[in-house]
């Protein structure tokens, strides 16, 4: 987790790293720090909290410099201080430097140098960088942060600076993403691109093991042996707008928004209805094996793993293939048997989760193809899998995933239909399944025209303490995923259950007191939702239903019902989770949480 950003060049450092570590907030919030450097003075200022309380405590502190460091942190080692928040520093006070990841094997290295005589003043892990940088610089600061590098275990993105090399920083990486901005005012590295698009879009992605030192108007990137290295630069398609509210409250709120465009852009160029065909250009370089798979194992986490849930109901519809989804998490503890042209699917949203990048490594040890469905372009996962698509949905900043979601299906669906072509299904399937894509769009804005009738659903349960959310077979990991969109934002407590599974315990639960969101559009499984929604009213517990526009007779079973356009019984879940992402979102509104950074959660979760 954490974001780091910094800068080197000829404006002032301050307001571009506060502005940076905004952008970056979502990736952790509990404190925050900055160090600027002018000449061979570094002021270095750190908080507690959002970064709007640093820009507080450092607005009328003099910070004058052009170049600098910051970060904004999500505690792993130590809890969330001043002292534990970065920049951290040698025992001279000449480094400063900011880390994004985990020194696995700092206890080892913090005993070792309190022997030789280190003080140390947090209780991070990140400080024995520091010093190790600290005591063994000798002029060359690239150097020490080689040598550091060679003796730690772990992962890191790090920017270092120090006192007596003015004018250059230098930062590395192993296992957390860092981009390197170029512009002709000066060279960024950070987390994340967000983090500098409003200055330049022009970047290269660092990897594994590569240093880079960066100044005003030059910069060298090089191996951990110091040999240097050319890399291309790469064009970001974001805009500084996209990662901006636009005059909407909360990012959460103008994502859920953004999905009519997002799930056209994960579909655009993609389509080709005369041959009821999609067209997946990137996953061209291992199409001749894919075309042959018969085992698909889809890893993830969280809605990712919601996503890819409904992923694999979608391709036991539309092909041949024997799918399991597996939690990122505890894939590496599975005994899994993989026959030949198994092929991985990890999807990501950041595409630097490290549970699923575990996965993927565990699974390419095991001889398993890899693919990816991620967002962030360049993104470690995008890297490390053989072949992949896109979801070009812009930057999801809301720690809620929402949009990403409905972009992820949209895929999953594409890919099922395109493999499904190749094996048993008919033109006229194909053609069918991409017209009803292309309603997709406009279908999910009808849905947005109910935000005022689910705002006032809202406000009739929000404070309820218990949700219970229901559905089956393509929409039960809905209801999954629409009760974690409601814990998450809103702390209220909810279960995503299979609607059949209610019978065997969570029955128990109902009361008035307990809502239940039934996810019933009109399909094969209605019938059998009805009667679900009839056991919950016998014990009068209230039952919102999200069921297809037409539905006269479901008002008298359920307390409210909100309407979905009708579609094939597999796209379903793109426009049911529409609803309760709006109900989520509502409710937190109401409970006046901090619905865009929710309480202990961050948006790339790169610890295991
Ligand atoms: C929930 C949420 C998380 C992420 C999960 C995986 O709203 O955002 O559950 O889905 O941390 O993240 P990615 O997709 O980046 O791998």
């Known amino acids: 987790m954490c974001g780091i950003v910094s800068y080197v060049g000829e404006k002032q450092a301050r307001p571009i790293l506060v502005g940076g570590l905004k952008q970056l907030e979502y990736r952790g919030y509990d404190s925050a720090g900055i160090a600027v450097q002018n000449g061979p003075k570094i002021s270095c200022q750190r908080s507690v909290g959002k970064i709007i309380e640093l820009e507080k405590k450092i607005s009328s502190l003099d910070m004058d410099g052009t170049m600098g460091i910051a970060h904004t942190r999500w505690a792993t080692h130590g809890e969330a201080s001043e002292h534990n928040a970065h920049p951290h520093t040698d025992q001279e006070q000449r480094v400063f430097i900011v880390h994004n990841g985990i020194i696995e094997n700092y206890a080892f290295l913090k005993k070792k140098l309190q022997k030789e005589g280190c003080r140390f003043y947090s209780e991070t892990d990140t400080e024995v960088l520091a010093h190790l940088v600290g005591i063994q610089f000798d002029g060359d600061l690239a150097e020490a942060v080689r040598k550091t590098m060679s003796q730690v275990e772990g992962t890191f993105g790090i920017a270092v600076i120090h006192r007596d090399v003015p004018g250059e920083i230098v930062v590395a990486r192993r296992g957390s993403p860092l981009v390197i901005g170029l512009s002709d005012e000066g060279h960024f590295a950070a987390s994340d691109v967000s983090a500098m698009v409003r200055y330049t879009n022009q970047v290269i992605h660092l990897q594994d093991n590569e240093l880079a030192t ?25 805009h500084a707008e996209d990662a901006e509210l636009n005059g909407f409250p909360h990012f959460m709120l103008k994502e859920i928004y953004e999905q009519p465009e997002t799930v056209m852009n994960a579909m655009r160029g993609r389509l080709e209805l005369g041959e009821g065909v999609p067209k997946l250009g990137g996953i061209t ?24 849930s409904v992923g694999r109901y979608v391709f036991e519809k539309l092909t041949d293939i024997d799918v399991e989804v597996e939690v990122a998490s505890e894939f590496r503890y599975r005994k899994l048997n993989f026959p030949p042209n198994t092929f991985i699917i990890a999807l990501s949203q950041s595409g630097e989760t490290a549970d699923t990048l575990a996965a993927i490594r565990e699974a390419k040890r095991k001889g398993a193809r890899l693919l990816g469905i991620v967002n962030v372009v360049g993104s470690s996962i995008s890297r490390e899998t053989e072949a992949g698509i896109y979801n070009h949905a812009g930057p999801e900043i809301g ?138 009213k016998s014990r009068r517990g209230p039952v919102i239903a999200i069921t297809t526009e037409g539905n006269k007779e479901i008002g008298e079973v359920a307390d409210e019902v909100i309407e979905i356009p009708p579609t094939l019984d597999f796209l379903n879940p793109i426009l049911a989770v529409v609803p309760c992402q709006l109900l989520a979102y509502y409710c937190a509104n109401l409970l006046n949480r901090d619905i865009d950074k929710p309480r202990n959660l961050a948006k790339s979760v790169t610890v295991e």
Not at 216 to 235: G, Y
């Open 214 to 238: 960066l100044r005003k108007d030059d910069f060298l990137i090089s191996t951990a042996r110091a040999e240097p290295i050319q890399r291309s630069i790469e064009t970001v398609e974001w």
């Open 285 to 308: 370089p291992v199409w001749e094996e894919l075309k042959k798979c018969r085992h698909l194992v889809i890893v993830a986490c969280g809605t990712s793993y919601y996503a890819g």
């Open 399 to 536: 720690v809620a995933s929402t949009k990403i979601f409905t972009s992820q299906l949209t895929i999953l669906i594409l890919l099922a239909l395109l493999l499904g072509r190749h094996q048993n299904l008919s033109l006229t399937e194909g053609a069918e399944t991409i017209r009803a894509l292309q309603k997709l769009p406009e279908q999910i804005r009808k849905i947005l025209s109910q935000a005022n009738h689910i705002e006032a659903i809202a406000e009739k349960y929000h404070t309820c303490r218990n949700w219970l959310f229901l559905g089956r077979k393509f929409n039960y990991p809905i209801a999954m995923e629409g009760a974690l969109k409601l814990k998450e934002v809103s702390y209220i407590h909810a279960e995503g259950y299979a609607a059949g599974e209610m019978k065997h315990g969570p029955i128990a639960l109902i009361t008035p007191e307990m809502p239940t969101v039934a996810i019933l559009p009109k399909d094969d499984m209605y019938e059998k939702m009805i009667s679900n929604i009839q056991e919950i």
